[in-house]
C-alpha cells in the first residue's frame, strides 16, 4: 500500500519561506521520480517541481528561483523548500509518484 504524507503548510507573510516534507511509503523510493504540485481555489492542479531518480529537476517557471525540491533516499522523503512566498503561492499542495497523492498540505501566503 502506497502512502504519501505530507506535512510542513502553514500561514506565512509574504517574502517569508517554507519548507514542505513528503514521506513515502510502500515504493521504492529511490526509483521513483516525486513531484509536488499544487492546487489554488478555482484553478487547474499544476505541477511545480520534480525531481528524478538521479536527482535532476524541473519547475514551473512561476517558481524557479524561489523553490528547490530535493530528495534524501536514506529517509525516503522528498522536500520543497519555497523562499520568496508571494500570495499568489497560496494553494494545496501535494505530493506525487506515478499516480499515487498525497493527501495535501495548505499553504497560505498573506499580503
Known amino acids: 500500500q502506497v502512502q504519501l504524507v505530507e506535512s510542513g503548510g502553514g500561514l506565512v507573510q509574504a517574502g517569508g519561506s517554507l519548507r514542505l516534507s513528503c514521506a513515502a511509503s510502500g515504493i521504492i523510493f529511490s526509483r521513483s521520480y516525486m513531484a509536488w504540485h499544487r492546487q489554488a481555489p478555482g484553478k487547474q492542479r499544476e505541477l511545480v517541481a520534480l525531481?528524478?531518480?538521479?536527482?535532476?529537476?524541473h519547475y514551473a517557471d512561476s517558481v524557479k528561483g524561489r523553490f528547490a525540491i530535493s530528495r534524501d533516499n536514506s529517509k525516503n522523503t522528498v522536500y520543497l523548500q519555497m523562499n520568496s512566498l508571494k500570495p499568489e503561492d497560496t494553494a494545496v499542495y501535494y505530493c506525487a509518484s506515478s499516480t499515487n497523492w498525497g493527501q495535501g498540505t495548505q499553504v497560505t501566503v498573506s499580503s
Open positions: 525531481i528524478a531518480t538521479d536527482s535532476s529537476t
